[in-house]
């Protein structure tokens, strides 16, 4: 059974940080570009970033480029998100999704060519 745990999420004050983890069973994530993704109250879900399967090629939303980072540890089969000088507006749940890597050359941030998903992890930036 191919199946993404999202965890890590939580509540923290504005400007500070959290890692979330991206865990896979039934597959190699080695394999995959791995995208994070997020969904606001009331908002559609949106691209936040995305790693190629080489862990090198990396694709960030403008809304998180230089305070978001994404890395791969693939002896644990994880891909990471951490998050830093985080802002109010980064309250969503966040979802990680993994893609073919050839899927998701043309548009690395669109939800529509990643193929698997996790169930979500909340994060509340608040004073």
């Known amino acids: 059974q191919l199946q993404l745990v999202e965890s890590g999420g939580g509540l923290v004050q504005p400007g500070g940080s959290l890692r979330l983890s991206c865990a896979a069973s039934?597959?190699?994530?080695?394999?995959?570009?791995i995208g994070w993704f997020r969904q606001a109250p009331g908002k559609e879900r949106e691209g936040v970033s995305c790693?190629?399967?080489?862990?090198?090629?990396?694709y960030f939303a403008d809304s998180v480029r230089g305070r978001f980072t994404t890395s791969r540890d693939n002896a644990k089969n994880t891909v990471y998100l951490q998050m830093n000088n985080l802002k109010h507006e980064d309250t969503a749940v966040y979802y990680c999704?993994?893609?073919?890597?050839?899927?998701?050359?043309?548009?690395?941030?669109?939800?529509?060519?990643?193929?698997?998903w996790g169930q979500g992890t909340q994060v509340s930036v608040s004073s």
């Open positions: 999704a993994a893609a073919s890597d050839v899927g998701v050359l043309s548009s690395p941030l669109e939800q529509e060519y990643y193929d698997y």
């Open positions: 039934g597959f190699i994530l080695a394999n995959y570009a």
């Open positions: 790693s190629r399967r080489n862990g090198e090629t990396t």
